[in-house]
C-alpha cells in the first residue's frame, strides 16, 4: 500500500486492486493447515472509495450498506467515532470472483484510520472485518499487489501466513470473462459448501503443491508462460471438479465455460475461474495476443471482456493529512 499524502486535505482517497483467485494448495489439511491460495492482484475493475469528516456516519454509491458495516467494525476496533461520510465512486463487482468484499472492508478501514491518525495493517483488522478467513491473498494484494501465495489456515485465528509474493511479468496479460447475469456461490451458500464437501484427497493436494512450487512460481519468476499457463490450468481442474456440486460443474457460468472452451482450442498458455467464479480468465502472452483473442472468442449477450494487468503494487491512500 502506497500513500501520497496530501497536506492540504482532510478527505481521504483509496484506490484498491481486484483480485483473481487461482485456487487452493491443500484442502486436505493432513499437515495441520488448510487452504493456501495462490491469486493475483490486477488493475482492472478496481475500488476507488472517498472518505471525509462529517456530522454522522454517511455512504453513498454501490455498496452504501456494506460501506456502513465496515466502518461501524472498523472505528469499534480502533476505538473511534463514525463521523465521516464515505462514497464509493467505483465498486468492483461483488460476488463475482474479484474479493471485492476484502477491498472495500480494507479501504473503508484504512480510510478511517487515516483521517484519526491511526496505523492502519490488514491484519490487525481481519477478525473485526471477517476478512482473510481462508486466504491471505485479498489482504497482501491491498498492501502489496503481485502474485501471492499464502500457507493457509493453522489452529489460530491468525490470517494465513504469505509464503511468497513475486512481481507478475508486465508483458503478460488476463483476458476476464465476466457474467453479468449471475453471482457466484458467497454467504451461506459457502459456508455451507466447504462444510458439506467431502475430504480433497490427499494425493492431489500433493499434486498441486508440487505444481505450484516447481512450475507456477519458478515460470513466474523466468517469465514463461506456457509452463506458468498449464499450471494454473491444472489446479483449476482438480479444485474446480472438486467444487463442482456446489457451482453446477467445473465452471459457475456454463457461458463462460463456453467461451474458455474456444480459448483452448487456440492453444492459450491457461485459463479458469478465479474463485467460486462466475467470472473465468485466460491468460495471454501479451496485449496484442489478448486484443486477438477478445475479438474472436464468441460469448452470450450476458458475459463482458475485459484486459488486465497483474498490478504489482498495493492500493494508494492520498491524503487525510490536516495542514
Not at 493475483?40 to 456530522?55: E, G, K, Q, V, Y
Not at 468492483?92 to 471485492?100: L, Q, V
Not at 489456515?153 to 476476464?176: N, S, Y
Request: charged share 20%.
Amino acid at each position: 500500500m502506497s500513500d501520497v499524502p496530501d497536506s492540504a486535505a482532510e478527505s481521504v482517497r483509496i484506490e484498491a486492486p481486484a483480485r483473481l483467485h487461482f485456487g487452493f494448495l491443500d484442502l486436505h489439511g493432513g499437515l495441520g493447515r488448510r487452504f493456501g491460495s495462490v491469486g493475483l492482484a490486477i488493475d482492472s475493475p478496481s475500488l476507488i472509495l472517498t472518505a471525509r469528516p462529517a456530522d454522522s456516519l454517511q455512504a453513498e454509491g454501490p455498496e452504501a450498506e456494506r460501506v456502513r458495516r465496515y466502518a461501524e467494525a472498523a472505528a469499534a476496533h480502533l476505538g473511534v467515532g463514525t463521523r465521516v461520510a464515505f462514497r464509493v465512486e467505483q465498486a468492483i463487482p461483488a460476488h463475482a470472483g474479484f474479493g471485492s468484499g476484502t477491498q472495500l472492508a480494507l479501504a473503508v478501514a484504512a480510510a478511517l484510520a487515516r483521517l484519526a491518525g491511526r496505523p492502519f495493517s490488514p491484519e490487525d483488522f481481519s477478525n473485526a472485518l471477517d476478512r482473510g478467513n481462508r486466504s491471505g491473498v485479498g489482504l497482501r494484494a491491498f498492501t502489496e499487489g503481485g502474485l501471492i501465495v499464502d500457507g493457509g489456515r493453522g489452529a489460530d485465528a491468525a490470517p494465513p501466513p504469505v509464503i511468497a509474493r513475486l512481481p507478475f511479468p508486465e508483458a503478460w496479460r488476463l483476458v476476464l470473462i465476466l457474467d453479468t447475469s449471475m453471482a457466484g456461490v458467497h454467504g451461506t451458500r459457502e459456508v455451507e459448501a466447504f462444510r458439506d464437501l467431502p475430504r480433497f484427497p490427499e494425493a492431489q493436494a500433493a499434486e498441486i503443491c508440487r505444481i505450484v512450487l516447481m512450475q507456477v512460481l519458478p515460470a513466474c519468476v523466468t517469465g514463461d508462460a506456457d509452463a506458468f499457463g498449464a499450471g494454473i490450468t491444472r489446479m483449476q481442474d482438480l479444485v474446480g471438479d472438486h467444487f463442482a456440486p456446489h457451482q453446477g460443474g467445473r465452471y459457475a457460468s456454463a457461458s463462460v465455460a463456453r467461451v474458455l472452451e474456444q480459448a483452448a482450442q487456440r492453444g492459450v498458455a491457461g485459463y479458469g475461474q478465479s474463485s467460486w467464479g462466475p467470472t473465468g480468465f485466460i491468460l495471454a502472452r501479451s496485449e496484442k495476443e489478448a486484443k486477438s483473442l477478445v475479438s474472436g472468442l464468441d460469448g452470450d449477450a450476458s458475459l463482458r471482456f475485459l484486459i488486465a494487468r497483474g498490478r504489482n503494487t498495493g492500493a494508494t491512500v492520498a491524503g487525510g493529512i490536516r495542514a
